[in-house]
């Protein structure tokens, strides 16, 4: 071999290994940075942050229940929207999409790793449930979120858009625990199924944007584990069911002590 060949073979190296640098620090700008604790730096008007700050992130090793896969899928046609513009748009509109009753209060950044938002959802019996999400992950083609302590579930929800033949496929993909006993006993009466609703009317919704009103959502469950997680039964303490109520059901006595705390410095 030759000096020139070598020179030439040395410089082929020299630009794969750049590129692949190149690569893997624009994928890490993708992924959130690493936090041992939530801190919520700004809250939106009409947003309660009470069972979000000091929270810990939990995925399904952290979760009690059973673990199971839920997949949603919806086609449109390729001709209204290419993956990436259907991503996009759905980045950008996120809370335009929730169900009506439930709001997604996102920070002034949106979609972005590492952002914090504070959801308010519609529980059965009109009772309300204050939590939130972090933004585990985003590029242009998915994103996905994932659960703090409290939360009903201990797990990941990714979004993301794929060509199918000639079509568009938006896809809603949660892996997920029952956060604690408590959440565990109420999955196979309504959580489920109420779970399943609220993602289903989030692409229908999304379809609707798109121009495809009548489109159908496919759904799959998958259950990856039966064994529920007793050494977690503890997160029960966490409940953010169970915090909000309380919270809501104090309201008489904070408003009762700010009026004679009033009436007293008057």
Same mark, same amino acid.
């Given at each position: 071999?030759s000096?020139?060949?070598?020179?030439?073979? %040395? *410089?082929?190296?020299?630009?794969?290994? @750049?590129?692949?640098?190149?690569?893997? $620090?624009?994928?890490? #700008?993708?992924w &959130?940075?690493?936090?041992s604790?939530?801190?919520?730096?700004?809250?939106?008007?009409g947003?309660?942050?009470?069972?979000?700050?000091g929270?810990?992130?939990?995925?399904?090793?952290q979760?009690?229940?059973?673990m199971?896969?839920?997949?949603?899928?919806?086609a449109?046609?390729?001709?209204?929207?290419?993956?990436t513009d259907?991503?996009?748009?759905w980045?950008?509109?996120?809370?335009?999409?929730?169900?009506?009753?439930?709001r997604f209060y996102?920070?002034?950044t949106?979609i972005a790793?590492?952002?914090?938002a504070?959801l308010?959802?519609?529980?059965?019996?009109g009772v309300?449930?204050s939590?939130?999400?972090?933004?585990?992950?985003? %590029? *242009?083609?998915?994103?996905t979120?994932? @659960?703090?302590?409290?939360?009903?579930? $201990?797990?990941?929800i #990714?979004f993301? &858009?794929a060509?199918?033949?000639?079509?568009?496929?938006?896809?809603?993909?949660?892996?997920?625990?029952?956060?604690?006993p408590?959440?565990?006993?109420?999955?196979?009466?309504?959580?489920?199924?109420?779970?399943?609703?609220?993602?289903?009317?989030?692409?229908?919704a999304?379809?609707?944007?798109?121009?495809?009103?009548?489109?159908?959502?496919?759904t799959?469950?998958?259950?990856?584990?039966?064994?529920?997680?007793w050494?977690?039964?503890?997160?029960?303490?966490?409940?953010?069911?169970?915090?909000?109520?309380?919270?809501?059901?104090?309201?008489?006595?904070?408003?009762?002590?700010?009026?004679?705390?009033?009436s007293?410095s008057a």
């Amino acid at each position: 071999m030759s000096n020139q060949e070598k020179h030439d073979m %040395d *410089e082929r190296a020299t630009d794969e290994a @750049t590129a692949t640098e190149v690569e893997a $620090a624009r994928d890490a #700008t993708n992924w &959130a940075k690493h936090v041992s604790k939530l801190e919520v730096s700004e809250v939106p008007e009409g947003a309660l942050n009470l069972n979000v700050e000091g929270r810990r992130l939990t995925g399904p090793i952290q979760g009690f229940g059973k673990m199971w896969q839920k997949t949603y899928q919806v086609a449109l046609p390729r001709t209204m929207a290419a993956p990436t513009d259907l991503v996009e748009t759905w980045k950008k509109r996120f809370p335009e999409f929730w169900p009506k009753g439930n709001r997604f209060y996102a920070s002034l950044t949106g979609i972005a790793p590492g952002e914090i938002a504070l959801l308010d959802l519609s529980m059965p019996g009109g009772v309300k449930l204050s939590t939130g999400v972090m933004v585990l992950y985003a %590029d *242009e083609e998915s994103f996905t979120l994932m @659960t703090p302590e409290g939360h009903v579930f $201990a797990g990941w929800i #990714t979004f993301s &858009a794929a060509e199918r033949d000639d079509e568009t496929v938006a896809q809603i993909q949660v892996l997920m625990r029952a956060g604690d006993p408590f959440y565990e006993l109420g999955m196979p009466i309504i959580g489920h199924r109420n779970e399943d609703r609220f993602w289903q009317r989030t692409l229908v919704a999304l379809a609707t944007h798109f121009g495809e009103p009548g489109a159908s959502v496919e759904t799959t469950r998958v259950c990856i584990d039966k064994k529920r997680q007793w050494s977690k039964a503890g997160n029960i303490r966490h409940n953010a069911a169970i915090r909000t109520a309380l919270y809501y059901l104090g309201a008489p006595i904070r408003w009762a002590k700010r009026a004679l705390g009033t009436s007293r410095s008057a």
